[in-house]
């Protein structure tokens, strides 16, 4: 290992500034660097505060303008730092280096890094309830890793790293490119989430005319492909043969083929059903006698159902598609729904048929058009059997509670006009036999 530059050496790496920065400690040309440093932040603080009131009115669905205020006051100091700086042996010319610059730098660097990471977590996983936690532990590894820089001990840590290895086959692995391997592929991922974040913001957030279902199913591909994307990139930046993963990728197909074909099929029926749109968010389906309710939630492997009684149905997607299922909201949310009444055979039903139809007019539940209709159903052994028929436009609030509405107010109409409703009879006759 070659011995490092000493720190009076104008072309010191900034591994060594703490130690420069001592040894020049009582400099006065070290101190001429102060009034550029505090000018040079003092400007980026007024621009960054300026920019900051300007872009706030903008409309930020996708959060792009939120993350580059986050970051316009470290940005804009570490680029007045690196023209001040580079222009310094024009100003005040001196052999001692620019400690000070390259003490601020990377301090603002790492708060960019923080920063940038925060933003990404927080878009990437919006409702975690572990973000800060992570957040924090992100935090503490970037500062940690900047004093080891700053103090030029992270030369010797990677060299210590790199002599403890082993080897797999003919790949010769150490614990330094473990540690940069994990963090290249956590870095590589979150890129990825937080770049499908935001197509997933202007997809559903788009006043475009796209269906529901399609943004759903384009925001899923988008994650899976950069997802895919990330895992590729981060392998190949940690030097990985990516040709290695076919064993792995012919493995998979055989599992998928043998052992995995229900989930492989759920999944490529919940792309099927996210792309014919034959099921929507919404949707009022039944598939049998007991599984019904709306459309609450419809994910690539399971869509998921409530009912009126808020009973959740968690519906494997290769159900819906390989069997027949009953949307009654498919191309219109009207429904059709009915109630049955008698009358005796002495109501007069010109009268009767009118007012069971005003009185499903009514109700506000009840659509004007189509208009309720009351046929007569046929002639029963009591009475005459009415059937009142309406329509509604949102099936979703259910049948049971407006049927009862319906039913007590023909019950208080009938009472009040005086119209019958009959109930079976029987007539029992006793016949006394000729010989009494």
Request: glycine content about 6%.
């Amino acid at each position: 290992m070659n011995a490092p530059p000493t720190p009076t050496d104008p072309t010191s790496p900034p591994t060594h500034l703490l130690q420069g920065f001592s040894a020049h400690l009582l400099e006065a040309d070290l101190y001429w660097q102060f009034p550029f440093v505090l000018a040079c932040l003092g400007i980026a603080w007024i621009l960054a505060h300026h920019l900051r009131h300007r872009l706030s009115a903008i409309q930020d669905r996708m959060g792009l303008w939120q993350a580059l205020l986050e970051q316009i006051f470290p940005i804009l100091s570490v680029l007045l730092l690196a023209i001040t700086k580079s222009l310094m042996p024009v100003i005040r010319p001196s052999e001692i280096p620019p400690h000070l610059f390259n003490l601020f730098i990377p301090l603002l660097l790492s708060l960019t890094v923080v920063r940038a990471l925060r933003h990404m977590l927080q878009r990437s996983f919006p409702h975690a309830s572990w973000l800060d936690s992570i957040g924090r532990v992100f935090s503490i590894l970037v500062w940690c890793w900047l004093a080891l820089f700053l103090s030029g001990a992270s030369t010797e840590v990677i060299h210590t790293l790199e002599t403890v290895g082993f080897s797999i086959g003919a790949q010769q692995i150490n614990l330094w490119m473990m540690v940069n391997g994990v963090v290249v592929i956590v870095l590589t991922l979150l890129a990825s989430l937080w770049a499908a974040s935001l197509i997933e913001a202007r997809l559903m957030g788009s006043a475009v005319n796209i269906d529901t279902s399609l943004r759903i199913v384009l925001v899923r591909m988008s994650k899976a492909l950069f997802m895919l994307f990330a895992v590729l990139l981060s392998f190949s930046l940690i030097g990985l043969d990516i040709t290695a993963l076919s064993v792995f990728t012919g493995a998979l197909g055989v599992g998928l083929g043998i052992g995995l074909q229900k989930i492989a099929s759920n999944y490529v029926s919940g792309f099927i059903i996210l792309l014919d749109r034959s099921i929507r968010m919404g949707n009022i389906i039944q598939i049998d006698s007991a599984t019904s309710g709306a459309v609450t939630q419809i994910t690539t492997r399971y869509t998921v159902l409530k009912n009126l009684v808020g009973v959740e149905f968690i519906v494997p997607n290769e159900a819906l598609v390989s069997n027949i299922v009953q949307n009654q909201t498919f191309s219109d949310s009207r429904m059709r729904a009915q109630t049955s009444v008698s009358v005796a055979y002495s109501s007069d039903l010109e009268k009767v048929l009118p007012l069971l139809e005003a009185i499903a007019r009514a109700h506000p539940r009840v659509l004007a058009d189509p208009a309720p209709c009351a046929v007569i159903v046929r002639f029963a052994d009591s009475g005459i059997d009415l059937d009142l028929g309406f329509w509604i436009s949102d099936p979703q609030n259910g049948m049971a509670l407006l049927r009862s509405q319906i039913n007590l107010e023909i019950w208080r109409q009938f009472r009040a006009e005086g119209i019958e409703i009959p109930f079976p009879q029987r007539e029992v006759r006793l016949l006394e036999s000729a010989s009494d």
